[in-house]
């Protein structure tokens, strides 16, 4: 259970966020929910590139074999910020 915290935190970011939309009709509480439901996605992405024991994929420093975390995700979120 401990290792799919941040899948459940993510899941429980997005309803939340999607029940604002649905059941709010103040203009600030949609912001607040489309927030809500950016940051669940964000956590989505950086969980979805998370690996236990993981370096930074900068091969320069990089021991032969050790397992990288995914950029991929990473440069989605830095996007979805800016």
Known sequence: MIGNLPF????????????TLLAKRNLIKLVIGMSLIESGVNLFLVTLGYV???IPPIYTFAPEGAPMVLPTPQALTLTSIV
């Open 8 to 19: 459940v935190v993510c899941m429980i970011l997005i309803g939340l966020g999607l029940w």
């Open 52 to 54: 236990r024991g993981g």
